[in-house]
């Protein structure tokens, strides 16, 4: 049994879907971002970085894991699915999760920041991270273009880029244009698992769509930034 420490964004949802495609057992301990859960001595024991998500693996004596990538890693070595055993798989899997990591992530965080929370609209600095995480939709739409999945298989490289991709309205950036992309999204809507572990711990709405709830959520989101 694997106990899942968490909070409906992308990265926690890395997480959680790789969970479920793997059919882990596992339990759910959500995570308020808002009040400060994530900095608390009890959950900096398991992560001492004070990000969701993290694990504790019940049955390899309660060991820890934090940092989604290594979560990803670890649950995908565990069951012996999602990450191929042989060099040459392997790489090419872990290749396109660290561009998620190195890449993706970090460009839409910011770009979240900026566009969605930060007070001030610095128009120079929202076009740099939109514009960027553009590019990296287009390298994305290139490799795609040419197959089915990000490696030679569905993998864990697929979750990890499914799970910030799919937010690109909220971050203001464009799929617009992007086939290749587009059609893989939809595949990965399509999976059972992928759907169920992006409700967990709870189905958002579609902020992007939604204003007044936007502003919410964002006003809300606001206070993680001085944390």
Not at 43 to 69: Q, Y
Not at 132 to 154: H, I, N, Q, T
Request: charged content about 25%.
């Amino acid at each position: 049994m694997i106990d899942l420490y968490t909070a409906p964004t992308p990265n926690g949802w890395k997480a959680s879907i790789t969970l479920e495609e793997l059919e882990i057992p596992y339990q759910v301990h959500a995570v308020n971002l808002m009040t400060g859960e994530q900095k608390k001595p009890d959950f900096l024991r398991i992560n001492p970085n004070g990000r969701i998500p993290a694990i504790v693996d019940r049955d390899a004596d309660d060991f820890p894991v934090f940092e989604s990538g290594a979560i990803m890693i670890y649950l995908a070595e565990k069951a012996g699915k999602l990450l191929p055993s042989d060099a040459r798989g392997r790489s090419q899997v872990i290749q396109w999760l660290m561009f998620q990591m190195g890449g993706i992530g970090p460009m839409m965080g910011q770009a979240n920041v900026f566009f969605r929370y930060f007070p001030e609209k610095i128009q120079p600095v929202i076009d740099r991270y939109q514009n960027e995480s553009r590019r990296l939709f287009e390298v994305l739409d290139s490799r795609l273009a040419g197959s089915e999945w990000l490696a030679d298989e569905f993998s864990i490289a697929d979750i990890a880029n499914w799970s910030w991709v799919r937010i690109h309205k909220w971050s203001g950036v464009s799929v617009e244009g992007l086939d290749p992309l587009q059609e893989w999204m939809t595949r990965m809507n399509e999976r059972p698992a992928c759907r169920r572990g992006a409700e967990v711990p709870v189905k958002l709405p579609d902020l992007a769509d939604d204003a007044e709830a936007a502003e919410a959520f964002a006003k809300g989101a606001r206070t993680m930034l001085q944390r």
